[in-house]
């Protein structure tokens, strides 16, 4: 699970990790009293950002440097009425519902640094799966796409191993931060954040806690030694584990989801939608994976991933039918099924009973797709002839012989 | 012959009193697996539906019964404290069936069975296979016993040489001696269907299988492909090894590296996931693209390199071992 950044925010916060003044608003009256709030009038610098899980907000113009109340409201009227487009985004764009209006923050400039480079950093905790353990990760290029530079430049990037039940040791941190280049004072507050990092990321089962950047901020009168503060942060959370975090079930926003992914998630179904125009059915993450590589082995282009679950049972299999096809794109189904503990024949009956009760966007009855079925497994002979006689009244529906079969009939069906 | 579990295994199962323990304790007793008894805390003293005995602990269980194995069926926040009860009792093979453990259990579970492995002479030590996987299974004959000849589970009787711990259907395996082809395959997957697929597909080719291990599709895991290719490589009635991997992770990187510096066996591999987008799970928590070098082509061309027949079809991994042993 992602959580948008005014909610990293608060989680940085809650672990003492210092973060800009800032705030979350969803309509475009909050703006100018909320900007008042964050900002002051000797430092008026405030950010305004759009608040999705897509990234490339930037480069959009959903992330706005304001410094006055007017400009805030400008910017977040904008935003709040403006659809967002950027490569991450679906062809329609996304539509903003909040914004997180931030301090600005005055960034010391790196000494013997390129000219306008300021004191970034980037720190995250991830799993490291070699190793099987979890590992902070740090880079003194703070800002850029850490992907980018693991690539190129993978010496620039310092790594750290997290003890399993121990976490992060204090002296790693330290250690961390010399590598990276702080100094003096700045040293121990970035170990103290490492620290507060590591055990958010342990505590809160994360699958990734990332700071991007941190940045060493210029002496102000009342931090004479600037402060090194998280001026942006990502989480994303261990689904298997969110059974025990109550509060972060509470930051979920369905409205990040693609609907068919959360409908399927409340059926247990796994279903991820692709752009492809041929619907898959299947039981299993990796046959269902495996189904997906069949079809565009053959020419055609999946429109879906989806693990119906081991059994495959009616209830699951009418349900998945009803997703794959509220995607228009989709002109033609298979159904890949290996029929291990559950037998063949009930499965076919389960797939037929499913395909007539299908119900169509315009309120009829009936499969219309091209629907082509694969068994496989027990009793797979009485299944298959279940699937030939019922093709009298499921016009669409081709029995295949075997999976290379399918994987072409359903191709050629959809052209 | 086999790896890691045969006709003498005595099996316990932990969480044998819930619907899918119980529904594969029947499953693995009707194939022949020498189930002895189970564990759900609290309910020691009583008996389930086959009158195996139930134990409060695992390490009751395994003094009553001498059980060497045991298959986990307990609920996802519970089970990586199970896989460490079952290795502290010295059982030295553990299937972990249960999906949905969250990862950061299984990194201190992992931590602290090797730790207790370490102290521990070699022999001693626990497998752990899984979790999130379908278990372990050496074939026996087909005799006939089970509830039918359809029956899902069945084909092999006590003494008929096989050991089912998990919940794969047994009647698709075969033994070596009911093979057309009289060869033995070992198969190592991170999937569960699309492992039952390639035994079809052996078994289809008059292959058998010695032993099909399911590693199971979790990031932080037991067994991984590179322990399994060092068993059925020493293993002298495996004669061929059928590697299914998927997207994420290195493994299967690894263990083209050690295909091709040890493995003197015809090795055949298929790698699920060269349409999944990068970045998102594709059903298994391990299975998503991180970088470049957990993509399935990526894995695809370090075992081409490696000399392992790749099937880049999934309908193709029958005929990929049968070329690459140089049969059929």
């Known amino acids: ?415 | 012959m086999s790896v890691l579990v045969d006709r003498n295994t005595r099996v316990i199962c932990q969480g044998i009193t819930g619907a899918y323990g119980a529904q594969h304790t029947k499953g693995c007793l009707l194939y022949g697996t020498q189930l002895v008894g189970g564990v759900t805390p609290g309910k020691g003293g009583t008996r389930d539906d086959n009158s195996l005995p139930i134990f409060d602990t695992v390490e009751q269980a395994v003094k009553a019964t001498g059980a060497d194995a045991t298959m986990i069926f307990v609920p996802p926040g519970l089970a990586a404290d199970a896989i460490l009860e079952a290795a502290a009792s010295g059982l030295r093979v553990i299937a972990a069936i249960t999906e949905g453990i969250p990862v950061n259990d299984m990194v201190r579970c992992r931590a602290l069975l090797d730790e207790m492995n370490a102290s521990r002479p070699e022999a001693r030590r626990s497998v752990l296979i899984g979790p999130n996987c379908p278990g372990i299974i050496t074939p026996g004959r087909k005799t006939g016993a089970g509830t039918s000849k359809d029956d899902p589970y069945t084909s092999a009787s006590k003494g008929a040489g096989g050991c089912k711990i998990g919940i794969m259907p047994g009647y698709i395996h075969t033994h070596v001696s009911e093979s057309k082809l009289g060869k033995s395959v070992g198969i190592v997957s991170r999937s569960g269907t699309l492992t039952y697929e390639a035994v079809w597909q052996t078994s289809a080719l008059g292959l058998a299988q010695s032993t099909c291990i399911g590693i199971g599709g979790d990031p932080v895991r037991g067994l991984n492909h590179i322990d399994c290719l060092r068993l059925f490589e020493a293993d002298p009635d495996t004669h061929g090894i059928l590697m299914i991997g998927e997207i994420g992770g290195r493994d299967e990187t690894d263990a083209a590296g050690f295909a091709k510096a040890h493995c003197t066996k015809p090795v055949a591999a298929f790698i699920a996931g060269r349409t999944a987008p990068p970045g998102r799970r594709m059903g298994h928590a391990g299975a998503i693209v991180g970088g470049a070098d957990d993509t399935a082509d990526a894995k695809i061309a370090a075992l081409k390199a490696a000399g392992v027949e790749v099937a880049m079809s999934p309908a193709d991994m029958g005929k990929a071992i049968a070329r690459a042993m140089k049969i059929g």
């Open chain 1, 1 to 415: 699970m992602k959580i948008h950044e005014y909610q990293a925010r608060e989680l940085l916060s809650g672990a003492g990790i210092p973060v800009p003044a800032g705030q979350m608003i969803s309509s475009v009256e909050e703006a100018a009293a909320t900007y008042k709030a964050v900002t002051s009038p000797g430092s008026p610098l405030a950010v305004v950002k759009a608040q999705v899980h897509a990234g490339g907000r930037g480069k959009a113009g959903f992330v706005k440097l304001v410094k006055s109340a007017a400009e805030a409201e400008d910017a977040a009227r904008f935003m709040l009425t403006h659809r967002m487009h950027s490569p991450q985004t679906p062809p329609e764009g996304l539509e903003v519902r909040k914004l997180l209006i931030a301090a600005g923050v005055d960034i010391m400039p790196r000494a013997g640094g390129a000219k306008g480079a300021g004191e970034e950093f980037y720190l995250a905790v991830t799993l490291d799966r070699a190793n099987r353990r979890p590992v902070l990760i740090a880079s003194r290029e703070g800002g850029v796409e850490i992907e980018k530079i693991a690539h190129e430049r993978p010496e620039a990037i310092i790594k750290a191993p997290l003890h399993p039940v121990a976490g992060l040791e204090p002296h790693q941190g330290r250690e961390v931060a010399c590598r990276l280049g702080f100094k003096g004072k700045h040293i121990l507050a970035a170990a103290d954040v490492m620290s507060r990092l590591a055990k958010l990321y342990l505590a809160r089962d994360c699958s990734l806690a990332e700071i991007n950047p941190l940045v060493i901020t210029n002496p102000t009168t009342e931090h004479p030694d600037g402060r090194v503060m998280a001026i942006d942060a990502k989480f994303n959370f261990d689904d298997n584990a969110l059974f025990r975090h109550k509060d972060l079930q509470a930051m979920f926003d369905p409205t990040e989801e693609n609907p068919g992914e959360l409908r399927a998630q409340r059926f247990g179904l796994s279903y991820i939608a692709l752009d492809g125009n041929i619907g898959c059915l299947v039981n299993g993450a990796g046959l269902a994976m495996a189904t997906m590589d069949i079809v565009k082995l053959h020419g055609g282009s999946p429109a879906n991933f989806l693990d119906v679950g081991g059994s495959a049972s009616e209830e699951a299999v009418t349900e998945a039918f009803s997703i794959i096809l509220s995607d228009p794109r989709v002109k033609g189904v298979m159904v890949n099924i290996f029929g291990g503990i559950m037998r063949c024949d009930v499965i076919a009956q389960g797939v037929v009973n499913a395909a007539r009760k299908h119900k169509n966007t315009d309120g009829s009855t009936g499969f219309r797709v091209p629907l082509v079925v694969r068994l496989e497994g027990t009793n797979v002979e009485s299944g298959r002839d279940l699937l030939r006689r019922a093709a009298a009244d499921l016009p669409t529906l081709q029995p295949a012989t075997d999976l290379a079969d399918a994987a072409v009939k359903v191709c050629r069906a959809v052209g």
